[in-house]
C-alpha cells in the first residue's frame, strides 16, 4: 500500500488558483453563449451533439450516453428545447420504434451561430492567451488525464468526437 501525502501549501496555492481559473473560464463562456446566443450551455452541449449526428438526429438513449447525463436530465432538457423549437421527436430506426431526437431548421440555425459564437469566446478567452509551448503543454496534460481517468475512452473514435463536441 503506498502511503498518502497531504499536499504542500503551495500546492493547495497552485490547486485553488486551477480550479479558480477553470471556474471562471466556464462561466464566462456560458455568459457568452447566453448573451449572444440566447442559450444554455446544456442547450449547446444537446445542439452540437445533434448536429454532429448522422442526420443530425440520434436516439435519446445514444444522446444520454454522449453526454454523460442521467436519461431523467435529458429528458427535462428535450422538453425546454422542443418547446423553444430547436429539437423534434422523431421515430429513429429501420424498423421506427425507438424514439428519437432531431433538430429542426430553428436549432440548426441556433448551432451554427453558437458554434460561431463560442469559438471565438474560446480563443478570445484562452488560446490566445498561451504561448504555443504552454498550449503544447496544456494538451500533452490533458490527454494523458482524459487517458487515465475516462472509462470510455477508445470506445470509439465516433464517440470521443460527439463527446469532444459536446464539451465545447
Known sequence: MTETRSLEPEEWEFWDTWMRAQRLLTR?????????????KA???????????????????ELSESLDWDKSRVSHQLT??????????TQYGADGRRAGIGL?????R?????????G???RRHFLDSL???????????????????????????GDDA????AER
Open 43 to 61: 442547450e449547446f452541449s444537446v445542439l452540437v451533439t445533434l448536429w454532429q449526428a448522422a442526420g443530425r438526429e440520434m436516439r435519446v438513449g
Open 80 to 89: 425546454r428545447m422542443e418547446k423553444r423549437g430547436f429539437v423534434k421527436r
Open 162 to 165: 460527439v463527446r469532444q463536441g
Open 28 to 40: 464566462e463562456l456560458e455568459r457568452g453563449l447566453q448573451r449572444a446566443c440566447d442559450i444554455s
Open 120 to 122: 471565438g469566446n474560446i
Open 131 to 157: 504561448t504555443p509551448e504552454q498550449a503544447s503543454v496544456i494538451r500533452a496534460w490533458s490527454e494523458q488525464a482524459v487517458d487515465s481517468l475516462d472509462p470510455h475512452r477508445g470506445e470509439t473514435a
Open 104 to 108: 429542426t431548421a430553428e436549432g440548426r
Open 110 to 118: 441556433a448551432a451554427q451561430s453558437a458554434v460561431l459564437v463560442h
